[in-house]
């Protein structure tokens, strides 16, 4: 359901708000020239065909919902893409979504995980030293000796100490 067009978006917005096509578009154009919504239903009832403002705002909220659910929809596309694993299947479902919820729970397996404190220190391979240090007994001789077996400078542990700070993160 990709809705570019103004045409495409009015004839959407009309059939959901029961309101002649060609009305809509003209309310939609005056609406992006920047026009409000009482200047709309006083001053251009012979462009808008006699919309009254409620309707005015209603469509309004509508449009701008659309475009917001639009605009979600193509950063996520662009987001997947950019990872390399946008597939058709996965095109075709994200332009099916009819809700920014929809479109979330299609993208949520293919959000970059957050990286915390812990994370970094699993990734440097500190989780060992982590799980020593959890432990209700240990002396600091034992905990000295496995964080030196952990130094690892490629992996940004530099020093038995480093090890020792990034466990405890």
């Known amino acids: 359901m990709n809705i ?14 029961e309101l002649p096509t060609q009305s809509v578009i003209a309310a939609i154009t005056l609406l992006d020239e920047g026009n409000t919504v009482p200047f709309i239903a006083r ?3 012979d462009q808008t065909g006699g919309i009254d403002d409620q ?9 701008l919902e659309l475009r917001e659910l639009e605009e ?23 332009n099916a979504a009819a809700t920014k919820t929809a479109i ?13 404190r812990a994370s970094i220190a699993r990734e440097q391979g500190l989780e060992p030293l982590a799980d020593f240090l959890r432990g209700e007994h240990y002396n600091a001789a ?5 964080a030196q077996k952990l130094v690892n400078p490629e992996a940004g542990v530099v020093d038995a100490d480093a090890a020792i700070q990034g466990a405890m993160d």
């Open 4 to 17: 570019e067009t103004i045409r495409d978006q009015a004839k959407l917005l009309a059939a959901r708000l």
């Open 43 to 45: 001053y251009r009832k």
């Open 55 to 63: 309707a005015l705002r209603n469509l309004e909220h509508e449009l």
């Open 72 to 94: 979600k929809r193509s950063s996520t596309l662009r987001l997947i893409d950019e990872q390399g694993l946008l597939t058709e299947e996965l095109r075709q479902a994200l």
């Open 104 to 116: 979330d729970d299609i993208y949520r397996p293919y959000r970059p995980k957050r990286r915390t």
């Open 142 to 146: 034992e905990m000295h000796q496995l």
